[in-house]
């Protein structure tokens, strides 16, 4: 059986784990040392619940393999193929563990006004909840250049499929946060018409100029392709139009030959009978 690229599901038991174990001893009533060691067995529960979500659909998308090669047209061919990274996910992921941990002290061995380290707690779950999904979308999520288009596929629960064929493309732009930077990340936007409607954006890949580069020499190329048969076509054009006056010329040439020798022709005739007309007298 087919499985995922990385392990999905070992990360993904390793970050519920510590949801879990918290959740239970907060939910099962055991004191927290502290000034403030009363906590609803609620917030327990919905640690467990959390941390169960992300075991779970960790190990869905552990047997959830990436989307293969699209069906190739006539004449296609696939020159390129990328997958997201995976370690920029889970170290946003990991970032967020210092500001779970501060948030937890300050609420319960500090006498900090509760809006600190709820605040602290809140950015500390964005930061994992973000890190983590980032992780599962980028271990679904395939790139492929063809001769003919620049594809993005993406597999959760259904296939979503974005392209952009060469003729349609506008522009190519490369874009790294600071973020993405520090990974040796970039992101790249495949733009169509002139708004930029249709856009397939390749995310967080290594050696975005590369895979840049490879997209605008795929589509030169298909430009020089059509513009070869529109170039002999202007010229075989030319030659027929440069024949068809040529032939207007020589027509022009004969035409004013004959005219010029026949008025001569005419002007002579009266000349020769004056002369005839004066002897005879």
Not at 62 to 68: C, G, K, L, M, T
Not at 154 to 162: A, C, E, G, V
Not at 174 to 199: H, I
Not at 206 to 230: L, M
């Amino acid at each position: 059986m087919t499985v995922a690229r990385g392990l999905p599901a070992v990360w993904s038991t390793l970050f519920a784990l510590p949801l879990v174990v918290v959740g239970a001893y907060l939910a099962g009533g055991y004191p927290v040392v502290g000034p403030r060691p009363e906590t609803p067995p609620i917030v327990g529960m919905l640690l467990i619940v959390f941390g169960l979500f992300v075991f779970g659909v960790g190990l869905y998308v552990h047997f959830v393999a990436a989307p293969e090669a699209p069906r190739m047209r006539e004449n296609e061919a696939v020159v390129d193929e990328r997958d997201p990274a995976q370690r920029n996910a889970l170290a946003e992921a990991f970032v967020s563990v210092p500001f779970l941990g501060v948030g937890g002290y300050l609420l319960y061995f500090t006498q900090t006004p509760l809006v600190y380290p709820t605040a602290v707690l809140a950015l500390g779950l964005y930061l994992f909840s973000r890190g983590v999904h980032r992780y599962w979308r980028n271990t679904l999520t395939t790139y492929f250049v063809t001769n003919q288009r620049v594809i993005e596929e993406y597999r959760f629960i259904s296939l979503i499929r974005n392209e952009v064929p060469h003729e349609k493309v506008r522009a190519v732009e490369e874009r790294r946060s600071a973020w993405d930077s520090l990974f040796g990340l970039g992101n790249v936007a495949v733009r169509s018409g002139a708004s930029g409607d249709l856009t397939v954006s390749v995310d967080e890949v290594y050696d975005p100029a590369e895979f840049a580069d490879v997209v605008r020499d795929e589509i030169r190329a298909h430009d020089g392709t059509g513009g070869g048969a529109s170039t002999d076509s202007a010229g075989e054009t030319s030659g027929d139009s440069d024949e068809s006056t040529g032939d207007s010329n020589e027509a022009s040439g004969e035409s004013e030959g004959d005219a010029s020798g026949d008025s001569d022709e005419t002007s002579g005739e009266p000349g020769s009978d004056g002369p005839e007309s004066r002897r005879t007298e």
